[in-house]
C-alpha cells in the first residue's frame, strides 16, 4: 500500500545522517530537531508516531506516557540504556535499533587505539604542539607477535580479532556463550578463561554488553591478574570497568597504560583518570564515522517504513 505523504509524523531529536532524513521526508512530516531539551520533547512528543534518537535523548517513562500517538521508538546504533524499554512494552510501542551499524567503525577504532598506546602517536602529537620533539623518550614496540585478550566475542569482538590478526597478533577470547569452532579458527584464536587471558595478554580489549554480570567486571581483582606491561581498552561501555580501580592500577603501575572510548559518567565528571600521563581518552567515538551512521540511518528507516506499512 501506497503510504500517504503526512500521514505519519517523525521527530528526530539527536543528529541523524543525511540519507535517513532524505527518505523519511520522502513519505512522511518530519520534524528534525537535533539539540531539543528534554523539556520540549515533553512538550512537543503527544504530536508524534515516531521519535528517533540516538544516545544523547532520553525517551523516559514521562516522555512516553506524553506520546499519546507514539508507535515507533528508533535509536540509531546499538544502546538502548536511554529508553524505558519497559514503559514503551506497556504501551504497545515498537523500540527499533540497528546493533549492526557500527561494528567496523568501533573496531577500527579498536585497532587505532591499540597502536596509539604501542607507538604513542598521540603524546608524539602533543609534544610537537608544544614545541618538544620526543623522538628519544618515544620507543614503541610493534603489534605483530603479541597476545591480544577479547572479552566478548559478538559482531565488534570479531571483528577486532579479523583486524588483529592481520597484524600478526595473537588471540585469546572469553565469552560466556559457546563460540563456533570455526570462528576461532579464521582467527587462529584459543578461548580461555577470563582469568588465563588477563594474565596472558598484552592487550585486554573490552567487547561486552553492559549487563548485572558485566557490570565493574573489571575490579580490582582482575586488574591485579594483568601483566604488569599490558594495556587495557575499552571500547564497549564505561561501567564494564571500576574507573576507581582503574585509576589506582594505573597509578600504582599495576599494568602499563589503557585507553577508554568510553566512561562511567558520560562525559566525566573528574578528569583525574583522564589526565594521567598512561591514558588516552576519546569522547565516546566509536560510531562516529560517516559510514556507520549512514548505516544506521539506513537500516533504522528500513525497519519504520516496514512497521508503518503493515
Ligand atoms: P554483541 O552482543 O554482538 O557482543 C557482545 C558479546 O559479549 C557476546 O558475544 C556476549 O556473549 C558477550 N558477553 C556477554 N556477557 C559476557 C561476559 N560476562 N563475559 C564474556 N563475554 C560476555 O555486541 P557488539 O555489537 O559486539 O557490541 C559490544 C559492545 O560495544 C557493547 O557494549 C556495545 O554497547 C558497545 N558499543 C560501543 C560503541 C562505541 O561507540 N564505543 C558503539 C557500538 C557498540
Known amino acids: 500500500m501506497e503510504l500517504e505523504r503526512a500521514k505519519y509524523k517523525v521527530l528526530i531529536c539527536d ?3 543525511e540519507n ?3 527518505r523519511l521526508e520522502s513519505r512522511f512530516d518530519v520534524t ?7 523539556q520540549e520533547l515533553l512538550n512537543k512528543i503527544h504530536d508524534y508516531d515516531v521519535v528517533i534518537v540516538r544516545g544523547r535523548t532520553k525517551i523516559t517513562k514521562d516522555v512516553i506516557e506524553k506520546g499519546e500517538k507514539l508507535k515507533v521508538i528508533g535509536r540509531a546504533g546499538i544502546g538502548l540504556d536511554n529508553i524505558d524499554l519497559k514503559a514503551a512494552e506497556s504501551k504497545g ?26 607507538r604513542g602517536i598521540s603524546k608524539g602529537d602533543s609534544g610537537m604542539k608544544q614545541g618538544n620533539w620526543l623522538k628519544d623518550e618515544l620507543i614503541g614496540f610493534e603489534l605483530r607477535g603479541k ?6 566475542m559478538g559482531r565488534i569482538g570479531t ?50 554488553t553492559l549487563t548485572d554480570e558485566t557490570y565493574h ?25 571500576d574507573e576507581k580501580a582503574l585509576l589506582n592500577a594505573l597509578k600504582e603501575g599495576l599494568i602499563k597504560g589503557a585507553a577508554l572510548d568510553v566512561f562511567e559518567i558520560e562525559p566525566p565528571v573528574s578528569n583525574e583518570l583522564i589526565k594521567l600521563h598512561n591514558i588516552i581518552a576519546t569522547p ?27
Open 284 to 310: 565516546h567515538i566509536g560510531a562516529q564515522t560517516k559510514e556507520a551512521q549512514e548505516l544506521a540511518a539506513t537500516l533504522l528507516v528500513d525497519k519504520i517504513i516496514e512497521t508503518l506499512s503493515k
Open 147 to 152: 597476545t591480544l585478550g577479547i572479552i566478548g
Open 93 to 118: 510501542i515498537k523500540v527499533f535499533n540497528t546493533p549492526e551499524s557500527s561494528t567496523n567503525a568501533v573496531a577500527e577504532l579498536t585497532i587505532g587505539l591499540m597502536i596509539d598506546l604501542a
Open 15 to 17: 543528529s541523524f545522517a
Open 32 to 38: 528534525y530537531l537535533p539539540k531539543i531539551t528534554s
Open 20 to 22: 535517513g532524513i532524505k
Open 217 to 241: 567486571m573489571i575490579n580490582e581483582e582482575k586488574l591485579s591478574k594483568m601483566k604488569k606491561n599490558a594495556y587495557l581498552i575499552n571500547t564497549s561501555r564505561g561501567s564494564v570497568i
Open 159 to 208: 571483528q577486532v580479532a579479523r583486524l588483529a590478526k592481520a597484524f600478526g597478533m595473537k588471540i585469546l577470547v572469553n565469552d560466556i556463550v559457546n563460540l563456533d569452532e570455526k570462528i576461532l579458527n579464521e582467527f587462529g584464536a584459543k578461548l580461555v578463561s577470563l582469568d588465563e587471558l588477563l594474565s596472558s595478554s598484552d592487550f585486554v580489549s573490552l567487547h561486552v
